[in-house]
């Protein structure tokens, strides 16, 4: 198998992560999934970036500085939702989106 | 064979994801997310990231402890009762406290003090990149900025929550 192919299935594999995270994030109806759905999301573009610098060579800087930027965003994004989460209260331990649209009615 | 080894990582890290977002249980959906952030994090460590890669997993694997320590305050999982809630709370702190210095040593050691270490940056082209293009002048106002923000996210986290009652 060659190197070229080997690069574009881990390119592929790594856009297929980020299609689940972005399809839990959307589909899913209860919260920490879909929250779950963004912190996969975000992973994958931290590694698709790196990955993405390595193998072409022109502007590999930017690509790592969107690395960087994700890795950065990517524990700040978890605790702003884990504690949105937590502050709604409204989802007790069931952690259940039905729940809370009972409330609403 | 590098190449193939970081493929089999990806793909390892794309089932772990699918369990992860299809399960029920926060068992599997803890260890999905965990598989996921070692394999995609270990992948970019045998690709020439060097002290980067080690720095990705602690990330990623901070993050997974962030989803832990969340899922315990709401005694979805581990399903086992507080005998004492100050004593958990401060074993949340302690154990987020030391996943935040495990990964700052970790970085700071494979990048400075290890002669001869083979993940060290500078002879990676990848991480070689990384530092013409990140490590100049302005991005330490950023980065401040960033540890800022993350800083009032965790603090946040611990000061304005309130504790699920019985």
Not at chain 1, 22 to 39: C, D, H, K, P, Y
Request: hydrophobic share 55%; net charge positive; glycine share 10%.
């Amino acid at each position: 198998m060659t190197d070229l192919l080997l690069q574009e299935i881990i390119l592929v594999l790594l856009l297929a992560i980020f299609l689940v995270g972005a399809f839990t994030m959307l589909i899913r109806r209860v919260a920490v999934w879909s929250l779950v759905g963004q912190i996969i999301a975000i992973k994958s573009v931290v590694a698709g970036s790196f990955f993405l610098a390595s193998y072409i060579g022109r502007a590999p800087g930017d690509l790592l500085s969107l690395c960087l930027l994700f890795l950065g965003a990517l524990p700040t994004v978890a605790a702003i939702g884990l504690l949105v989460l937590h502050r709604c209260a409204r989802f007790g331990g069931t952690l259940d989106l039905e729940e809370e649209d009972r409330l609403r009615g | 064979m590098s190449e193939l080894f970081v493929g089999v990582l990806i793909f390892v890290s794309l089932i772990s994801t699918l369990v992860a977002a299809a399960t029920r249980e926060t068992e599997k959906l803890l260890w999905g997310t965990i598989l996921c952030s070692l394999g995609l994090g270990l992948s970019i460590l045998i690709s020439g990231g060097g002290y980067f890669g080690v720095l990705v997993i602690s990330v990623f694997l901070l993050t997974d402890l962030l989803l832990y320590l969340y899922f315990r305050s709401l005694y979805v999982h581990p399903k086992k009762k507080l005998i004492n809630k100050a004593a958990d709370r401060m074993n949340r702190i302690f154990m987020l406290w030391m996943g935040l210095c495990g990964f700052i040593i970790a970085a700071i050691s494979m990048h400075e003090f290890i002669e001869n270490n083979p993940f060290s940056g500078d002879r990676l082209r990848p991480v070689a990149l990384l530092h013409q293009r990140i490590w100049g002048e302005d991005w330490y106002i950023l980065s401040l900025a960033t540890m800022i923000i993350g800083l009032v996210a965790f603090g946040g986290f611990f000061l304005v929550r309130r504790e699920k009652n019985d």
